[in-house]
């Protein structure tokens, strides 16, 4: 599965969307972008999935790049309970795993 | 709904004990996951389970390291004679995922060992 880059930490104001990127540039043609997040004393919690085209839920929009290089995990609007490691992983439809790396550390303030 | 249920939450044990980890995943969920999480790091992969077939344990680090799932539901993940490496926190993830699937796996909240 590929490797992913993500920031290791990012601030966001209460309210306003977050943005987090990730770097999936050795991605290949069946593998997902998954995302997940971990609040402390948790278990990671699914966010969104995209193979090529945008998605959006509930929670979080997911922007892939038409390359499929990178992608963005949008957080309309933040709130302090989005406080969280933000992971993003790339895995394709045979693998079973999830291959975690460092993730992002969104701190959201007030 | 119900989502994966680890138990216990904490567990603590002195050196050389044997331990037993248990989790209920998600129901009808055929896919099973477990993972080992250090302090500070990202979750590992340990093994996973198709119903009751282990189909991958490349994960588990030692052969003190035995997991089990036999009725193709709740699986239990045994660690023999522990040692204070064993201390983690174990997270149990279900899918419903049956091949090749895309289907995220969804996680438990995990149980704490710590060993002393």
């Known amino acids: 599965d590929a490797k992913t880059t993500q920031p290791p930490s990012m601030d966001c104001a209460e309210g306003r969307a977050a943005n987090l990127p990730c770097n999936h540039s050795t991605i290949s043609g069946n593998e997902y972008v998954y995302w997940y997040r971990q609040i402390h004393s948790q278990g990671p919690q699914y966010i969104i999935h995209?193979?090529?085209n945008n998605e959006t839920n509930e929670m979080a929009s997911l922007i892939i790049t038409e390359d499929r290089k990178s992608s963005t995990l949008i957080l309309p609007h933040a709130t302090l309970r989005d406080t969280a490691v933000y992971y993003c992983?790339?895995?394709?439809?045979?693998?079973?795993?999830?291959?975690f790396g460092a993730g992002t550390i969104l701190r959201v303030k007030s | 709904g119900a989502g994966v249920s680890q138990s216990p939450r904490y567990k603590v044990a002195k050196r050389g004990q044997d331990v037993a980890l248990r989790c209920d995943p998600i129901s009808g969920h055929v896919s099973l996951f477990w993972y080992q999480q250090a302090l500070g790091q990202g979750p590992e992969f340990l093994t996973y389970f198709q119903n009751e077939a282990q189909l991958d344990k490349s994960g588990l680090p030692s052969d003190r390291f035995f997991a089990e799932r036999p009725e193709g539901s709740v699986s239990t993940l045994k660690i023999q004679r522990t040692q204070q490496e064993d201390s983690a926190v174990y997270l149990c993830?279900?899918?419903?995922?049956?091949?090749?699937?895309?289907?995220?796996?969804?996680f438990g909240d995990g149980t704490r060992l710590s060993i002393l």
């Open positions: 993830a279900s899918s419903l995922a049956r091949g090749p699937s895309s289907r995220p796996q969804h």
């Open positions: 995209g193979l090529k």
């Open positions: 992983i790339v895995r394709g439809e045979y693998g079973n795993k999830l291959v």
